[in-house]
């Protein structure tokens, strides 16, 4: 829920970044 709403408030931007951190994330866990 809280990452649609990010990506919906950030915009095409919000989602790169989103994309970037899961991704991060992904790896790091």
Avoid: C, L, P, W
């Amino acid at each position: 829920m809280t990452v649609k709403v990010a990506i919906n408030g950030f915009g095409r931007i919000g989602r790169n970044i989103v994309r970037a951190i899961y991704e991060s994330g992904r790896k790091d866990i």
